[in-house]
């Protein structure tokens, strides 16, 4: 068996590799990052898009489909500070690494912790921790086809008076594009946050089914604030996803033993 002294060291050499990889990866989307910017991180700002030209695509077979059949629609991205665009390379840089090294950061974890599990529970921690990974990217892409570009392009199209003119400055445009992805790819793991919180004996399926009305009047709430357009077809279109992992989280929770139930 490891010694406390072993298991230091062996987590010593884990951060080693965990930061030694994400450096790797820094430098590769630092070279990488003008590209990426133009065509992956400004794809939004384009009439182009294509959750844009899906979307035209559909209203005009239905007018119950929101308006996006503006095809000169096209936001600029200022800079109004000096050190903004090389700071803004580095930090894109960092999230990017830290987005896509995430499943050998998983791996790293799981290596760190499998010696201490008994060998029936290192399976469904494994497929629990390969399920997690996968719900992180899909959230991710959720955010950036979906949520993203759905909030971003109202805000922009919003008009408090003619008078205003919209410019968008880079560093709100970042700060908005991260969060809102990296948000996504959280609430995503919904599912295996209630797997685990259901392993200790904090959370029941009989609770989650008890109060489904109360999360889908939540839910519902959290999709607006998500989406602040008010039309119907966007509204559902960010809540359901939301509901469907909800109802995936009660489907990963085991019911409470009958024994405990009636003490």
């Known amino acids: 068996m490891m010694t406390f002294w072993g298991h230091l060291e062996d987590l010593r050499w884990s951060l080693i590799r965990v930061i030694g990889v994400l450096v790797v990866f820094m430098i590769a989307n630092f ?9 992956f991180v400004l794809a939004p700002t384009n009439s182009d898009f294509p959750l844009y030209r899906w979307l035209s695509r559909l209203g005009e077979i239905s007018p119950l489909f929101p308006d996006f ?12 500070n000096v050190a903004s665009q090389f700071l803004t390379h580095i930090t894109t840089s960092f999230w990017f690494a830290l987005v896509l090294m995430f499943p050998y950061l998983i ?23 390969c399920f997690g990974t996968g719900m992180f990217f899909l959230g991710c892409f959720v955010g950036y086809f979906l949520v993203f570009p759905f909030t971003f392009r109202f805000l922009t199209e919003y008009q408090l008076s003619g008078m205003i003119v919209n410019q968008i400055s880079l560093n709100s445009y970042m700060s908005s594009f991260l969060m809102m992805i990296l948000i996504m790819g959280i609430v995503f793991e919904l599912p295996l946050l209630a797997w685990l919180l259901s392993k200790l004996g904090l959370l029941t399926r009989s609770f989650l089914r008890k109060y489904r009305r109360h999360a889908v009047v939540v839910l519902m709430v959290l999709a607006a604030v998500i989406t602040p357009s008010g039309d119907p ?3 559902l279109v960010v809540f359901l996803p939301l509901y469907l992992l909800y109802e995936l989280s009660i489907r990963f929770v085991r019911e409470r033993p009958k024994e405990d139930a009636e003490e």
């Open 233 to 235: 077809f966007t509204l």
């Open 107 to 129: 791996f790293e974890i799981w290596h760190f912790v499998q010696p201490a599990l008994f060998k029936n529970e290192r399976k469904s921690v494994g497929l629990a921790f």
């Open 31 to 39: 070279c990488f990052m003008p590209y990426l910017f133009d065509h």
């Open 69 to 80: 059949s503006d095809d000169s629609y096209s936001v600029e991205i200022i800079n109004i």
